[in-house]
């Protein structure tokens, strides 16, 4: 006699464990959304989140590094223009960067905004990401965050390393195709300067935009160096770690795919803590006076 019951519950088990992940996703998105609007009530902004983890191909479950694209430039960009003029902007970075040409598109719109602009960096914002932070009139990071410069890339290599090695060489030894690269690093570093600028331009003082675009885009550090907030502030950037506890929290809603072993664990103080971060109020004057 055929098992119906084993066969049924069976089916039942499948369902359920596919079924699991999509319920569980539902209800990380709802968390996402109250918290974000509870950020937006709280501090009367538009919260915008950049967020990119590791992720895993579905199918074959291959490691994925997710970075700034032009889908997320399209989206911030409407949203940006969906929010009233005067509306203060909250973005929450945590991208290890990603195409130059998104970020900064992304940068320019909100530069334009005519609200206060404030950048959170919980914990990484490097390359473009740093770009995007540079048009905020305020960059709050957490005590341990990091930016990074946004020197260019050509075919892998840094731009301003391209230059220095083709000046140590004699014309003679030097072939065409290098020499063209040496011509498009000159005119990508002085992209990358004037990109900062801009940025920069009327929110602080001439000799310190000067200062700031050339130690990020002109090969001081390697492209991956970790910058600081004591860093950041020492250059002359907007910066402070008053870092709301809420932001840390919507960025532990945005976890790295499970599937596989933790490589961090630790147990939670029973005590708790007391906020060390408390929430500045989203239209507190800037330290920079935005143009």
């Known amino acids: 006699m055929p098992d119906w019951f ?3 519950l069976l089916w039942w088990l499948l369902f359920a464990s596919m079924l699991q992940p999509l319920l569980m996703r539902r209800l990380l998105t709802n968390a996402r959304g109250r918290l974000r609007k509870q950020v937006e009530s709280q501090r009367g902004s538009r919260v915008i989140l950049l967020v990119h983890r590791q992720e895993t191909m579905s199918f074959f479950g291959v490691p994925l590094m997710r970075y700034i694209d032009v889908e997320d430039s399209e989206q911030i960009i409407r949203a940006i223009l969906e929010t009233e003029p005067d509306r ?10 990603g195409v130059a040409l998104a970020a900064l598109q992304i940068a320019r719109a909100l530069c334009r905004h005519r609200g206060t602009v404030t950048a959170f960096v919980p914990h990484y914002a490097m390359s473009g990401g740093t770009l995007i932070a540079l048009a905020a009139d305020r960059i709050v990071m957490c005590q341990h965050a990091v930016l990074g410069p946004v020197d260019p890339l050509l075919d892998g290599y840094p731009a301003a390393s391209i230059r220095r090695a083709v000046a140590r060489k004699d014309d003679k030894d030097v072939d065409d195709e290098t020499l063209i690269l040496d011509d498009q690093a000159g005119m990508a570093l002085d992209q990358a300067r004037r990109a900062v600028s801009s940025l920069l331009a009327g929110r602080l003082r001439e000799d310190l ?4 675009a050339s130690s990020l885009s002109e090969g ?3 492209h991956d160096y970790p910058i600081t907030s004591d860093e ?3 250059l002359g950037l907007p910066v402070d ?4 506890d809420e932001i840390m929290k919507m960025i532990s809603l945005y976890p790295a795919p499970k599937g596989r072993l933790p490589s961090v664990e630790y147990g939670r103080s029973s005590g708790g803590r007391e906020s060390r971060h408390p929430v500045a109020p989203a239209d507190s004057p ?5 143009g």
Do not use: K, S
């Open 209 to 212: 935009i000067e200062h700031i």
């Open 286 to 290: 800037p330290p920079g006076q935005r």
């Open 88 to 97: 203060p902007i909250d973005i929450v970075l945590h991208t290890p960067g």
């Open 220 to 222: 001081q550090w390697t």
């Open 232 to 234: 950041a502030a020492a």
């Open 6 to 8: 084993g066969t049924d």
């Open 241 to 244: 770690t008053a870092m709301p």
